[in-house]
C-alpha cells in the first residue's frame, strides 16, 4: 500500500508542476499554428542549399509536433518543392523540441536543459539537412504541385482556432502519449532505487549507450519524454545520457523510420537516423566532460523551484484534467451523432479512398479532421493500418476531398471503390 501511495505522490507532484507551463504552451502553439502563413513557409524551404535548411531548422524547433505528427508536415513541405535536405533538417528539429516541451523542461529540469534542447536541435537539424542535401543532390526535383490555398478567415474566427487547436486538437495528439510518459516517470520514481546509476552504470559513457539502446526505437512524445529524465536524473543518471534521452526518444521510432525510408529513400533516411544518434552521443558526452554537474544538481528534479504559487499548479493540473476528459466526451459525441445521422439519413453516399502516408492514430484523427470539414460529408474514417479513408454524405466532391487530404500533408491514392 506504501508503494502505491508514493506512486501517486509522485504522480501528482509531477503534473501540477508540468501543468501551469504546458497550459501556457498549448496557448503560444495555437497561436503560431493558426497565424503563421504556412504558403510562405513552404516557399523558404525551396531550393538545394543552406538558406532552406537553416528556414526549415528554425521553423521546426518551435512548432509541438512528435516524431509521427512531425511526418505528414515534413512530406507535404517536401511534395510543394522543398528540398530533401531541409525536409530532413525540419524533420530532425521539430520532434526533438517545441514550445510546450520547453516550457516543460524549464519546469522540471531546470534552465539549463531549457536552453541546451533547442541549441542541440538547430545544430544536428543545420548538420542532417546540408549532409542530406550534399549526398541526394541528383536526387532533388521541384515540387510538383503547389500547396492549396485555404480561404482567409476573420481575426475573430483565428482566435477561435488558437484555443480549438490549443487546447482540443493538441491535447488529442499528446495527450496518450503525456500520460504514458507520467505514468512510467512515476513508476520509475518508486521502482528504482536513489543510487541507481551511481551504483551500477556509474560511468557516463555507459549511461548514454543504454539509454540510446532503449531510446531509437522507443516512441514518446517530447513534453511526454521530459517527466521520465526527470526521474531518471534523481536517480544517478548523468546529464550527457538524460539528453540522449531527451533528444533520441522523441525523434525517431520504426513508424518514422519505416515511412521516411518509402518516402525519401535510403540515404536521406540513414543521413536522418545517423544525425539523431551521432547528435545525441556527441552532445550528451560534450555535456559530461564540459559542463560542471553543478549546473544540473542545482536546477533538476521537480519541485526544485517555486515561482509559481502552489495553488495556481493545482489550478492548472485540475483545468488540464478537465480539457483531456473534454477531447474523449467530445469523440463520444462525435461518434454517436455521426451514427444518428447515419441512421437518419435516406439518400447518403459512402465512397473508399486510398490514402498513404498514415501511420498512427494521430495520422488518422488529422485526415478525420480534414475530411470532415468538406462541405457535403457527415463522417470520414480512416484507417492506418489500410490506407483505407470511408466518407459518407451527400454530393461528395472527389476533388475536395483529394484537396482535403493532401492540405493535412498525406497522399492521396484514388478512389477504391465508386460503388
Not at 130 to 141: C, D, G, H, L, P
Request: aromatic share 10%.
Amino acid at each position: 500500500m506504501k508503494l502505491i501511495g508514493n506512486f501517486f505522490t509522485e504522480l501528482w507532484l509531477l503534473f501540477t508542476e508540468m501543468s501551469p507551463y504546458l497550459l501556457f504552451g498549448f496557448l503560444f502553439a495555437g497561436i503560431l499554428h493558426i497565424f503563421m502563413q504556412k504558403e510562405k513557409a513552404g516557399k523558404m524551404l525551396n531550393g538545394n542549399n543552406v538558406r532552406s535548411v537553416m528556414n526549415a531548422t528554425f521553423l521546426g524547433i518551435p512548432l509541438p509536433l512528435c516524431s509521427c505528427g512531425v511526418i505528414p508536415a515534413g512530406l507535404s513541405f517536401h511534395k510543394n518543392g522543398a528540398s530533401k535536405g531541409a525536409t530532413v533538417s525540419f524533420l530532425i528539429s521539430t520532434p526533438q523540441t517545441g514550445v510546450d516541451s520547453v516550457l516543460v523542461t524549464y519546469s522540471l529540469l531546470g534552465l539549463p536543459f531549457a536552453i541546451i534542447r533547442p541549441v542541440v536541435a538547430l545544430v544536428t537539424g543545420i548538420f542532417g539537412g546540408v549532409t542530406a542535401n550534399i549526398f541526394t543532390k541528383k536526387e532533388q526535383r521541384v515540387g510538383t504541385r503547389k500547396p492549396v490555398g485555404m480561404p482567409e478567415k476573420k481575426v475573430t474566427g483565428k482566435i477561435k482556432e488558437v484555443f480549438v487547436y490549443g487546447f482540443y486538437e493538441l491535447i488529442e495528439d499528446i495527450s496518450k502519449w503525456l500520460i504514458i510518459g507520467l505514468l512510467l516517470a512515476a513508476l520509475l520514481a518508486v521502482a528504482i532505487p536513489d543510487d541507481f546509476f551511481t551504483q551500477y552504470v556509474h560511468l557516463p559513457w555507459l549511461n548514454i549507450f543504454v539509454v540510446l539502446l532503449a531510446s531509437v526505437p522507443l516512441y514518446v512524445c517530447a513534453t511526454g519524454s521530459v517527466p521520465i529524465a526527470a526521474v531518471l536524473l534523481m536517480k544517478g543518471l548523468s546529464p550527457g545520457a538524460a539528453l540522449v534521452f531527451l533528444m533520441a526518444g522523441p525523434a525517431t521510432n520504426i513508424a518514422t523510420l519505416t515511412v521516411l525510408w518509402k518516402e525519401l529513400g535510403k540515404k536521406s533516411t540513414l543521413i536522418y537516423l545517423a544525425t539523431i544518434i551521432g547528435g545525441a552521443v556527441f552532445f550528451g558526452l560534450l555535456i559530461d566532460w564540459l559542463l560542471p554537474v553543478s549546473w544540473f544538481e542545482n536546477f533538476s528534479g521537480y519541485g526544485h523551484h517555486h515561482f509559481l504559487p502552489e495553488w495556481l499548479g493545482i489550478a492548472s493540473a485540475i483545468l488540464l484534467i478537465g480539457l483531456m476528459a473534454n477531447v474523449h466526451v467530445q469523440k463520444l459525441i462525435h461518434k454517436f451523432r455521426m451514427k444518428y445521422r447515419k441512421n437518419n439519413s435516406l439518400s447518403m453516399e459512402l465512397k473508399k479512398y486510398k490514402v498513404e502516408g498514415m501511420t498512427c492514430k494521430n495520422c488518422k484523427a488529422h485526415v478525420e479532421r480534414g475530411v470532415s470539414a468538406v462541405n457535403g460529408v457527415t463522417e470520414a474514417i480512416a484507417d492506418f493500418e489500410t490506407g483505407e479513408l470511408t466518407v459518407s454524405g451527400n454530393n461528395i466532391d472527389h476533388d475536395k476531398i483529394k484537396h482535403a487530404v493532401e492540405n493535412s500533408g498525406y497522399r492521396y491514392a484514388g478512389i477504391q471503390d465508386k460503388s
